[in-house]
């Protein structure tokens, strides 16, 4: 009975050890990722903002605007390590109650490494021709701290983005990471301006413009989860006359995260980090241990031979013969 315990001890204790290397090295690696039912939404706020007002045909200044992200998965679309995610973002004058801008993307990319596949109607503003690379929304799981080029739908390309140190946010600490778009002008075909608008004075004819684009973003990542958890950006779009002098800021404001959207963010990436150090720690250090104490145990009990018993009294004298 001793020795068939400790085999099945040994045996018990080889199978955990060998689902703890198998939950490491396989389950965690397929089940770590960007999820693909992804429900989010964040907000970005400005003060004293300036902006052009299409439907007013009239500049503004000193406005509070708000941008509210919302972001929402696609399981239906996910396939081979592919997620995919639909984004609007609703850009708002929240003083005088009005809507600026409503920007859509579309955005598929590998569930650990953040890379953009176009693939899956990924889109930029519905136009499926745009070519995404880089990373979008999703950050590597395992963030570099060198070599993150980050895709920019305004200007439809990547940039670098440079890592600038270690700084703790809300009690997390975070790899800050600084975008800069230098000022590039952005395609597409756009509406002649009238020439006053861009102050060349009154009367003039409408004239053709081009839109230029630049962007300062810093982003604070947490390498746990590869997920920012707060954000600032500073934009400046302007139009600016094909020949000849004159400008028109279409936008200048420096947007920053709103505190709640930082706690969610912060929320859900604990969240994560636990999520990952159970797969890849806890379970397969409980599997490893709980096997190797099983079949130590196994082990002892083969190892022990039982002695044998001694018998009670004097041995027999043997019986004299004659002769």
């Keep these: 009975m001793r020795r068939i315990i400790g085999a099945s001890l040994i045996g018990l204790g080889a199978f955990l050890v060998a689902a703890g290397v198998l939950v490491r090295f396989y389950v965690a690696p397929a089940l770590i990722g960007a999820p693909t039912d992804v429900y989010q939404v964040t907000r970005l706020k400005a003060e004293n903002a300036s902006y052009f007002d ?185 139009l600016r006359p094909k020949e000849g002098p004159g400008r028109l800021v279409v936008a200048d404001l420096t947007l920053t995260m709103t505190p709640e959207s930082q706690r969610a963010l912060r929320a859900k990436s604990d969240d994560g980090a636990s999520k990952i150090g159970l797969l890849e720690d806890g379970v397969p250090l409980v599997c490893a241990g709980a096997g190797l104490l099983l079949a130590v145990a196994g082990l002892a009990l083969l190892a022990r031979r039982g002695r044998p018993a001694r018998r009670g009294g004097a041995a027999p004298v043997p019986a004299l013969r004659r002769g």
């Design 54 to 238: 299409a439907a007013a045909a009239a500049p503004r200044t000193g406005a509070t605007i708000v941008a509210t992200n919302t972001v929402r998965g696609d399981p239906g679309s996910t396939h081979d390590g592919v997620a995919v995610w639909d984004t609007t973002t609703v850009v708002q004058d929240v003083g005088r109650g009005t809507t600026i801008e409503i920007q859509k993307q579309r955005y598929a990319f590998d569930r650990r490494t953040g890379e953009l596949q176009n693939c899956c109607g990924a889109a930029i503003g519905g136009d499926t021709v745009v070519r995404q690379s880089g990373v979008g929304l999703f950050w590597p799981l395992e963030v570099r701290k060198r070599g993150v080029e980050l895709f920019d739908p305004a200007t439809r390309r990547t940039w670098p983005v440079a890592f600038d140190g270690r700084e703790r946010v809300g009690g997390v600490l975070t790899y800050r990471f600084v975008e800069r778009v230098p000022e590039t002008k952005v395609a597409g075909e756009l509406p002649a301006v009238p020439g006053e608008l861009l102050g060349r004075g009154k009367g003039g004819a409408a004239v053709p413009v081009d839109r230029y684009y630049q962007a300062e973003a810093v982003y604070w990542v947490d390498p746990r989860t590869g997920a920012p958890i707060d954000q600032r950006q500073h934009v400046l779009s302007t």
